[in-house]
């Protein structure tokens, strides 16, 4: 498929040719990558950001924030509380915080590593190489940073440089990391204003062009507050004008099921965001488009609230046994089972089908 094609998928409307599409996005997944779905235990260890991100809730200028950061202890008792759950994976995400240090996280690292053993995956934004490999060489797997957009402009636009540096090159970041010897995920939203179907298309023709591991998409959801709430949104969405992706639901399916026949063998979530957007069948509908992965909330409820992306998150209110219990049983509803192991990138995969 060319990017051509994507585009020509992307603008469909008839139902019958959709149908086609959901029906091949999910044979290619169960081929690929089998019938387990991975669960990854996701901690926000602290909502505190240096960045000023147009879209994000926890951006350094959103208003009125209490801001907070997990105690050691805190994390690693999520963790352990992650592996009785019989998750292979840990997910540990923040906002982009100096004050979360290295050294911090060396030890977070080691410890998580020596009494659980898990797959550890960081998501903790833009960080020196220097940190990167301190990192990998503490025992982390995985790194997360989605780049947002290809298109250069608009990333300027909505993710602004921090005061004195050079602008952020996030594929060239991505590849270090790969070098470095981390599986590397990305993604980017669904729908940002400013997002025109053409750079949806080229967007996705990226996951492929640079073979990322794991694959995070999401629609994009207005968060109070933000520059994308107010003139800027506007300004964005008149600049894209019929060429504007809508932030929907359908939208974003299309976009995740040509993202699994592009990239057949890699790891693709079914987001939070999808399952805020639509709480009663949205996780479900990611999972029967191509997604394997889900990742189930592990943050204390006392810390889930603060860790506001965007309004309404699904499970919010939630403690992580009925989160998991939730996902659990939506997983089996769909006859399909829990991923055992760690379940990165490739033959991996298969292990745990049962
Ligand atoms: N709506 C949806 N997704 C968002 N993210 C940030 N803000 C929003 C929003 N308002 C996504 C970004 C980021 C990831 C952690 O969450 O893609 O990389």
Known sequence: MNRDEILDWLLETDPVRLEEL??????????????????RGLIEIGNHC???????GIAACAPGMERYRLAFQDIIDCAVRGQAFGFGTVV????EDPGITREFMVDVIRTIKRRTGMAITLSLGERREEDLRAWKEAGADRYLLRFETTDPELYRTIHPSLPGTALSDRLQQLLLMREIGFEIGTGVMVGIPGQTWATLATDIWTFRDFDMDMIGIGPFILSPGTPLDGELGEQLRREAGTGQVPSDELTTLKALALTRLLCPDTNIPSTTALATLDPGAGRANGLKVGANVVMPNLTPPKYRVLYRIYPGKAGLQETADITRDKIEAQIHALGRSIGRGPGGRGRANMVGID
Not at 28 to 39: F, I, K, S, T
Not at 92 to 95: E, F, L, N, R, Y
């Open 92 to 95: 540990m995400q923040s906002g």
């Open 50 to 56: 240096v960045r000023k991100c147009a879209y994000c």
């Open 22 to 39: 959901w029906e091949r996005a999910d044979a290619v997944r169960e081929a690929h990558v089998g019938m387990a779905v991975h669960l």
